[in-house]
């Protein structure tokens, strides 16, 4: 016998059409936020970007275009020998294409554009 479906109540009947952003998203707007951004920063939440050196070669500079610079930092790693890891930081033009690139993301799947705060105010 199956059971009654319950009641259909307006917290369960909305529906948000809005989509999780992409990691393309995510990482664009860290650095946009940020200012910078290292593997290891990108490996933990809200990015979740396991492969940085990859989305930053093949994603942001050949397919989007984007430049921007990068520097060796070293880390404690195993048993305390150092690990080197590239930082990496748009520059000021490309820092700017982003933020038109990451509302076209958002707007792509339902989300609101973010009103930029201008560099000038």
């Given at each position: 016998?199956?059971?009654?479906?319950?009641?259909?109540?307006?917290?369960?009947?909305?529906?948000?059409?809005?989509?999780?952003p992409t990691k393309l998203e995510?990482?664009?707007?860290?650095?946009?936020?940020?200012?910078?951004?290292?593997?290891?920063?990108?490996?933990?939440?809200?990015?979740?970007?396991?492969?940085?050196?990859?989305?930053?070669?093949?994603?942001?500079?050949?397919r989007l275009g984007l430049?921007?610079?990068?520097?060796?930092?070293?880390?404690?790693?195993?048993?305390?020998?150092?690990?080197?890891?590239?930082?990496?930081?748009?520059?000021?033009?490309?820092?700017?294409?982003?933020?038109?690139?990451?509302?076209?993301?958002?707007?792509?799947?339902?989300?609101?554009?973010?009103?930029?705060?201008?560099?000038?105010?």
């Amino acid at each position: 016998m199956k059971t009654p479906a319950a009641p259909t109540t307006e917290a369960t009947s909305t529906t948000d059409d809005t989509r999780p952003p992409t990691k393309l998203e995510r990482v664009l707007t860290w650095l946009v936020e940020h200012g910078s951004i290292n593997r290891l920063e990108a490996e933990k939440a809200p990015i979740f970007d396991h492969a940085l050196p990859s989305t930053m070669s093949n994603e942001i500079k050949k397919r989007l275009g984007l430049e921007f610079t990068s520097v060796l930092e070293k880390s404690a790693g195993f048993n305390g020998m150092g690990a080197y890891y590239k930082r990496y930081k748009f520059t000021f033009t490309s820092s700017q294409a982003a933020k038109k690139i990451i509302n076209n993301l958002r707007k792509k799947r339902g989300a609101p554009p973010i009103q930029w705060v201008s560099e000038c105010d």
